[in-house]
């Protein structure tokens, strides 16, 4: 009984819905004893253990999970009666409750001595967020309004894809004429004897180590290497008496130019050629060689059939520069 009626304090409200309920009786027990022989009543209740809250029942009702089932006379002998206790501090003052129904009047008790301050209830849980309201309409657009200064550059963007090419323009002028080019050239040429050496190797240069008429684009720089000073093409033509049957090739920087090699099957004639070379340096070397790899050395005749020694002959002539 003591656990009810702690109970009942903590919870104002409730104790106020009981008093309402038992009227006069449960005043009786209260404030003064009763005397009747009649049977007690019995009050039921629920007790909720999270907040400490009183739900009526009935003697045959059962409580939800969580909460336990309390009971209490209706009317009691009456105990002897205490001293007042110290009045508590009084507690903040709750919100407003909304206005509830008008009840029925009751019969009207007696004065009964104050009950204690019940504890401030505990705030109820938050509830749940509302959904979110539907979008507005569309507000009137404002004035336009002043033009703003003008930024900084912006970064240089990339390179477009290049453009198709445009029509032909039509054709200039035509410019003055240029200067007259000066043709070069150049002969170098052996006497046999004694300009050469008995026979010429497989792999070894033929040697013209005398000059003839020379322009200054073409040089010798020893008895069988030639300078081609200018890059260009040039016509190169030589005519070498031999007396063994071979061959001879141009070439060029030391490489052999395979499409210059001439050669004879038998020792009656000359072994000639006449080949063009292009150059793509400055101060390129030809020579006139007997080809490596060659079975036979060749003698560059001497006299050849008369009393004068015979000629070996190197033409160099520049056709086009560049």
Not at 103 to 132: E, M, R, V, W, Y
Not at 152 to 162: I, K, L, W
Not at 218 to 224: A, Y
Request: hydrophobic fraction near 35%; include cysteine.
């Amino acid at each position: 009984m003591s656990k009810v009626l702690t109970t009942l304090r903590r919870h104002a409200v409730a104790f106020a819905a009981l008093f309402l309920l038992l009227g006069s009786s449960a005043y009786a027990v209260a404030d003064q004893v009763t005397t009747s022989a009649a049977p007690k009543k019995m009050i039921y209740a629920c007790a909720a253990g999270t907040y400490q809250t009183l739900n009526l029942t009935t003697a045959k009702g059962t409580c939800p999970n969580g909460q336990r089932k309390v009971s209490w006379n209706a009317a009691g002998p009456p105990g002897t009666r205490g001293l007042a206790g110290v009045a508590g501090k009084a507690g903040a003052r709750g919100a407003q409750g909304s206005i509830g129904p008008v009840g029925p009047a009751g019969a009207k008790g007696s004065n009964g001595s104050s009950g204690p301050i019940g504890l401030q209830g505990q705030p109820g849980a938050t509830g749940p967020k509302g959904d979110t309201g539907a979008a507005g309409p569309r507000g009137a657009d404002g004035a336009t309004g002043p033009q703003g200064g003008v930024g900084p550059a912006g970064a240089r963007g990339a390179d477009g894809a290049t453009g198709p090419r445009g029509a032909d323009g039509s054709a200039g002028a035509q410019g003055p004429a240029g200067p007259v080019a000066t043709p070069q050239f150049a002969e170098f040429y052996a006497l046999m004897p004694p300009d050469n050496a008995a026979t010429v190797a497989p792999g070894t240069d033929v040697d013209f180590p005398q000059d003839g008429p020379t322009s200054t684009g073409i040089s010798r720089t020893g008895p069988n290497t030639f300078d081609l000073g200018a890059i260009g093409t040039y016509r190169v033509t030589y005519n070498v008496p031999v007396t063994e049957a071979g061959q001879l090739l141009l070439t060029l920087n030391g490489a052999d130019l395979a499409y210059t090699v001439t050669g004879r099957a038998t020792g009656t004639t000359l072994i000639s050629g006449e080949s063009l070379v292009q150059t793509t340096v400055i101060n390129s070397l030809l020579t006139v060689r007997n080809p490596a790899g060659s079975s036979t050395a060749l003698t560059i005749t001497p006299l050849a059939g008369g009393t004068r020694p015979a000629s070996a002959t190197l033409v160099i002539e520049q056709l086009q520069a560049g």
